[in-house]
């Protein structure tokens, strides 16, 4: 290329340069920096303080609690919604179901609704009087007699069962995709030389689909570690303190909420990002995606 058609291009990538500067390499290097000081908002002063915000991490009994919910929740609803979207794309791709098309939109359809919108309606459905605990008593069934946000026993599952219904539509698509790369003549001589459509699924979709499955478990493990806005609008955290307190939720409490912790909630912010470097490269290990 000519200096004339370098240049050309770096005016057109300007401004994407510059918002990516500003917007994501800037705060990125500034919470570094915060992570390593004493930061209070109200006096907007730092006091270098070296890493003692990341090794009270380890002693902090609401980083623990907030750990142990988030793992729960990612190891919790990460199977489930893998499993519950690979057999809808499964499904739909077999052709047995009529007007694909639809059911196709109408899964997919949550994952690109507000989720502010979707958690203040399962907060509605969740409520004492709400349209589950009715159906529920209509059917005989127990339930949870103040609602299924306000019991410690069933509030972070009920989290969890909204995020898979609301994950599911987006990685059936994803594994759509992987199953139309397969080829068709390999289903059509595994049936000629007598395999079951349970045999052709263990020998010939899943090993094919283990790019997409690696791609789809890492994506949606990172995303379940990073679950907030579902806390924010549901239970604030509770009923109970520490009852569904997340860890990126435990980010905004002591970055927002509290004056003096900004640089304590970027060490934890980082502290959370090392976290998913190690538990994405295993997973990449486990399911045999190495290059």
């Excluded at 359809?109 to 979707?118: A, F």
């Excluded at 203040?120 to 069934?141: E, P, Q, R, V, W």
């Excluded at 307190?245 to 990002?273: C, H, K, P, W």
């Amino acid at each position: 290329m000519s200096v004339r058609t370098h240049r050309h291009t770096f005016i057109l990538l300007l401004p994407w340069l510059l918002t990516f500067a500003i917007f994501w390499l800037y705060p990125l290097g500034y919470s570094l920096y915060l992570s390593f000081t004493k930061y209070s908002t109200l006096s907007n002063t730092a006091e270098f303080i070296g890493f003692r915000n990341y090794t009270a991490l380890f002693s902090d009994v609401e980083v623990w609690y907030a750990l142990r919910n988030t793992l729960v929740f990612t190891f919790g609803s990460v199977p489930v919604t893998t499993a519950f979207a690979l057999s809808l794309a499964v499904l739909l791709h077999s052709k047995m179901v009529r007007f694909a098309g639809f059911f196709r939109a109408a899964y997919f359809m949550p994952s690109v609704t507000s989720l502010v919108v979707i958690a203040l309606i399962f907060t509605n459905l969740y409520a004492k009087d709400g349209y589950i605990n009715l159906l529920l008593s209509m059917a005989g069934i127990p339930h949870p007699n103040r609602g299924w946000l306000l019991e410690p026993s069933t509030a972070l599952a009920s989290v969890m069962a909204m995020d898979v219904w609301i994950s599911a539509g987006y990685y059936m698509v994803l594994f759509l995709a992987g199953l139309q790369t397969i080829p068709t003549d390999l289903y059509e001589a595994a049936r000629l030389a007598g395999a079951s459509a349970w045999q052709q699924f263990w020998r010939i979709t899943l090993p094919l689909l283990r790019p997409t499955m690696t791609f789809v478990v890492v994506i949606n493990t990172i995303k379940s570690f990073q679950v907030f806005v579902e806390m924010y609008v549901m239970t604030k955290g509770g009923p109970t303190p520490g009852d569904t307190t997340t860890l990126v939720y435990q980010v905004f409490v002591n970055a927002f909420e509290r004056s003096d912790m900004m640089g304590y909630a970027s060490a934890l912010a980082y502290g959370i990002f090392i976290l998913l470097v190690v538990l994405s490269l295993m997973q990449m290990k486990l399911v045999g995606e190495r290059k």
